[in-house]
């Protein structure tokens, strides 16, 4: 039988994330390995009713108590939520891409936004990093063209944790508005990396910034993704998004979240904790890290990375993420939480990379 397919979509070719996680240790996928306290959980499940399950999802009040949570004089008219910011990229893309033209970002970086410009039909142009995991801005003020329709920066970017200034970011803006091309600023990481950009996406008319509650708020599961800019892009973008896909429950719990502050600023802390002990035990043991800026570091295990992840997977059930290309192949990408949870990761790492 011959039937249509999308040549975008048939020609991508996918690697989905692996499954049966549950019950494994888990420092592979930039989450919280422990969660958010179980007192909390069990409190917000209370509210989850028939009632509560049989209405259509509705977003706002959660915006408004968002917008206030957020300060820098954020409204609710620069705010959308989507399901996840993975779907945020999706709609960005759709919105602000134009087939055949360019998306620039750097690379290695978040997949999804390589995968989004091949389904879209976007020409993905990556600029490489240098050997010694910096990237050069000039690169990607030179890749900015009048083809140019958007530019993604991650900052920090994932996997390579370096950040943007403001006077790099400056340079980008005005370069983008030159060529007619929005900037797109994912801030997955923020909370881990204090700054944010935040003002320029409120200010400037072709700035927008993506937050996410899968990675410090610990809510991975629930799929909620913030986009952030002035209201014209905000009103094209809800335009073009579908009408329910923010579910419920992660409204719910996103919202009883930044309710209690602390709660939040307590993940903060121990994160912060967890890592910067587990960095110095490896440094005192002469290992090479560095500091990805988010809730992940990069560890240059002594032996194969991919031998020591996968026995690391085999022997101790803990997971991790090595990389197949050149510039990275010796590290292995760990996430980080609680110094606890970094405590359980090193004796492991330890025992199986030897000292
Ligand atoms: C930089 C970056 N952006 C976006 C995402 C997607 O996050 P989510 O779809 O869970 O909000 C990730 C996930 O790892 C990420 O690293």
């Known amino acids: 039988m011959h039937y249509y397919v999308n040549e975008n979509i048939r020609d991508t070719y996918r690697v989905f994330p692996p499954q049966g996680r549950y019950g494994a240790l888990r420092y592979d996928m930039n989450e919280n390995p422990e969660g958010l306290p179980k007192e909390f959980v069990d409190s917000v499940l209370k509210e989850i009713t028939p009632e509560f399950l049989s209405i259509y999802p509705e977003p706002d009040r959660f915006l408004n108590k968002y917008a206030a949570f957020l300060g820098h004089g954020v409204t609710y008219d620069n705010l959308t939520a989507t399901n996840g910011s993975d779907m945020a990229i999706r709609y960005l ?42 990237i050069s801005i000039d690169k990607i003020l030179d890749a900015i063209t009048e083809n140019t329709r958007i530019v993604v920066l991650l900052n920090p970017n994932n996997p390579v944790g370096n ?23 994912d801030e997955a990481y923020h909370y881990f990396y204090d700054k944010t950009f935040l003002d320029y996406a409120l200010r400037e008319d072709n700035v927008i910034v993506l937050r996410t509650f899968s990675k410090l708020m610990s809510l991975a599961a629930c799929r909620l993704g913030i986009v952030i800019s002035n209201p014209e892009i905000i009103h094209y973008v809800k335009n073009g998004r579908l009408t329910f896909d923010t579910n419920s429950i992660a409204l719910l719990f996103a919202e009883r979240l930044i309710e209690q502050p602390e709660i939040v600023e307590e993940l903060i802390r121990q994160e912060k904790e967890g890592k910067a002990w587990f960095l110095e035990e490896l440094e005192k043991r002469g290992y090479w890290t560095k500091d990805c800026m988010g809730n992940f570091v990069f560890v240059k295990p002594r032996h194969d990375a991919h031998e020591v992840a996968a026995r690391l997977e085999k022997e101790k059930n803990i997971l991790t993420h090595p990389y197949g290309n050149e510039l990275l192949k010796e590290y292995i990408r760990v996430s980080v939480g609680s110094k606890q949870a970094m405590k359980i990761f090193l004796d492991a790492f330890l025992e199986i990379d030897g000292e």
């Open 163 to 185: 950040v943007y200034t403001e006077e790099e970011l400056e340079k980008v803006i005005a370069k983008t508005r030159e060529v007619g091309a929005v900037v797109i600023i």
């Open 93 to 134: 893309l759709e919105t602000f891409g134009e087939k055949g033209k360019d998306v620039v970002t750097v690379s290695p970086s978040f997949e999804m936004y390589w995968v989004n410009c091949s389904i879209l039909g976007l020409h993905h142009v990556p600029v490489a990093y240098e050997k010694d995991l910096t």
